[in-house]
Nanobody
Framework: QVQLVESGGGLVQAGDSLRLSCAAS??????????IGWFRQAPGKEREFVAA????????DYADSVKGRFTISRDNAKNMAYLQMNSLKLEDTAFYYC????????????????WGQGTQVTVSS
């Protein structure tokens, strides 16, 4: 069982940066066993893939909409994952979730077993 807690969301202006954090805790398998994904959901829209990283951090994947602007990373010693978001756009406004699953990097939200409660990111003009 893994518990995930996101933090770092807030209200920023277009062009600003923000770093989201995902703190993991729980029993059983260690945090480093899990691939981590970030997803987001805007009002009235489906939850969509943003970025993912393998257990070792050696492989990452990004949605085309954030590639070159967002960076996913993790620190297994601290049981933390991060999403650095630069050059934020209005369309990045959403609730952001981190998720964990045993396996390789995946864009499929249904494949993630554990989810955090999310953190709101609002980008204004």
């Amino acid at each position: 069982q893994v518990q995930l807690v996101e933090s770092g969301g807030g209200l920023v202006q277009a062009g600003d940066s923000l770093r989201l954090s995902c703190a993991a805790s729980g029993t059983g398998r260690t945090f480093s066993s899990y691939a981590i994904g970030w997803f987001r959901q805007a009002p009235g829209k489906e939850r969509e893939f943003v970025a993912a990283i393998t257990w070792s951090g050696g492989l990452t994947d990004y949605a085309d909409s954030v590639k070159g602007r967002f960076t996913i990373s993790r620190d297994n010693a601290k049981n933390m994952a991060y999403l650095q978001m630069n050059s934020l756009k209005l369309e990045d406004t959403a609730f952001y979730y981190c998720a964990a699953h045993l396996g390789v990097v995946s864009r499929d939200r249904d494949g993630y077993q554990y989810w955090g409660q999310g953190t709101q990111v609002t980008v204004s003009s």
